[in-house]
């Protein structure tokens, strides 16, 4: 025998390993720990619930269980199977992340509370509602509307993302320049930790001052560090008045960035700033089969919520100073639902029919206005179609960088605009991250973005509330 075939040998006799337990095993031991919920094995939903959509072959895997709860103590019968086994726990509700968040990794068990779905209580008197982390973002609004309260966080999923991710994302939306993201309108959650104990954090107060705020920990925590169960969330009444909505055309997305800038100043108090880029507007046209993009290059979409007069006019002044045309405002309810659902169709439009990566860039909104050139002028230097779009009034904005549907992988020269734009971002003083989370698409920008000190911080946190590192792994931080 030669020392090459010996060498080979022990190699591969070196890395053999044998493992302590069957799946048979394994998955016998967890249909004993849910009681109240369902385990699946069957490939076909695997497949389904670890890959939909957002995943690659290099950034998920095969789970080897989908659990659908239907208590805390089922939760709790989740994690004890996962800390006996070693094995990764992926928390999953309506599995709508876009930053491969909630996608199978390989040998782990998919978590979903999307049957925990139950308003468990809506209080007018203290302005809040109880929900349980499965209840769609729609529906929860509109059960507030029938007793003249609305809740207010709407992210373009708000038709069909959940409560619970919402939290674990901090999720934005349209309406978050004038009432905040999730996290300013949650008011406390209840959780299973990794160890089975079950916490209770902030509670129905306004005001909450003692001891760390571990309520606003979890929100934006992407399931890392707990299984929430249960959130109380703020409600407000709906305002009175007359709600407008409207559109106006500006050149480009610079001169809209600095119309919504002087919009935002001047005490109108804007419910939405939709901005929507001219490559965006001829897709939509496309997809709409309307003629918007006649009109110029860029299109801002706003709403005034209990508005005045006075706001109307000082709104439609600016518009016109800061050279906004063709500005169209209405009071009528069914053409202000018609221009949301604009917005709403803004991506499937941009994605129809070919490969795409959306991002989601938060700038101050000092920076606004430069990015949106920084982004032009890079589409035009690397050769690669960006379409911009996004939430002007809060700076973020939503880059989509597309290419042909025939090339398999993500085209070099994407990636580098990507790269760049990810860095002039964060050079301007913004995140990569405003409301879409970090998944396992960005976590290795975790440095770049926190430095050294912040980055190993996060770790450590981790480590205390998940020594074994079985919370959704990978995700959030590297």
């Known amino acids: 025998m030669s020392l090459m075939t010996w060498l080979s040998k022990k190699k591969v006799l070196g890395m053999t390993v044998f493992s302590a337990f ?21 490939p076909q939903t695997l497949r389904q619930q670890s890959f939909n959509g957002n995943a690659t072959g290099g950034e998920g895997g095969l789970a080897r269980a989908f659990v659908e709860v239907g208590s805390v103590a089922d939760i709790q019968g989740v994690l004890k199977t ?24 390989t040998g782990a068990i998919i978590l979903s509370t999307r049957k925990m779905n139950r308003i468990l209580e809506i209080s007018k008197d203290d302005s809040l509602a109880v929900v349980q982390p499965g209840v769609v973002n729609g529906d929860l609004d509109q059960a507030a509307r029938k007793q003249g309260l609305f809740y207010a966080p709407d992210p373009g999923s708000k038709p069909f993302s959940s409560i619970g991710g919402n939290v674990s994302t901090n999720a934005g939306g349209m309406s978050t320049v004038r009432y905040g993201a999730t ?27 003692f001891g760390y705020d571990l309520t606003q920990l979890f929100v934006g925590s992407e399931g890392t560090l707990g299984i929430i169960y249960e959130v109380t969330v703020k409600l407000l009444p709906i305002p009175l008045g007359q709600s407008i909505m409207g559109m106006a055309f500006f050149e480009n997305m610079g001169k809209l960035a600095k119309g919504v800038a002087a919009i935002r100043m001047s005490g109108v108090n804007p419910t939405m700033l939709e901005a929507l880029d001219g490559n965006t507007v001829v897709a939509l046209d496309r997809y709409e089969k309307t003629h918007y993009a006649d009109n110029s290059g860029a299109m801002l979409i706003f709403r005034l919520d209990g508005s005045s007069d006075k706001n109307v006019q000082v709104l439609q002044d600016l518009l016109t100073k800061y050279d906004g045309q063709h500005v169209q405002v209405t009071a009528d309810a069914q053409q202000q639902a018609d221009l949301e659902q604009l917005r709403r169709d803004m991506l499937p439009a941009v994605f129809a029919g070919r490969n ?28 690669v179609m960006i379409y911009t779009a996004g939430h002007a009034g809060d700076g973020n904005v939503h880059p989509t960088f597309v290419w042909d549907k025939a090339e398999d992988q993500v085209p070099a020269a994407v990636l580098e605009a990507l790269r760049q734009a990810f860095r002039k971002t964060l050079e301007l003083g913004g995140t990569i991250s405003g409301e879409h989370a970090v998944g396992m698409m960005k976590n290795q920008w975790n440095n770049p973005e926190l430095g050294d000190n912040v980055d190993y911080l996060q770790h450590q946190i981790k480590t205390l509330f998940d020594p074994m590192n079985i919370l959704n792994p990978k995700r959030k931080i590297d």
């Open 183 to 209: 996290k300013d309108n949650v008011l406390g959650l209840k959780a299973v930790l990794a160890d089975g104990r079950t916490i209770s954090l902030g509670g129905r107060t306004l005001k909450q001052a």
């Open 22 to 42: 069957s799946d048979e095993e394994i998955l016998t031991f967890l249909k004993q720990q849910v009681t109240d919920g369902t385990v699946t094995t069957d």
């Open 82 to 105: 996962a800390r006996k086994f070693h094995l990764a726990v992926v928390p999953q509700t309506t599995a709508t992340s876009t930053v491969v968040g909630s996608d199978g990794i």
């Open 356 to 383: 795409h990566l959306m991002e989601d860039m938060a700038l101050p909104l000092s920076q606004l206005a430069p990015m949106m050139d920084y982004l032009q002028d890079l589409s035009q230097r690397l050769g």
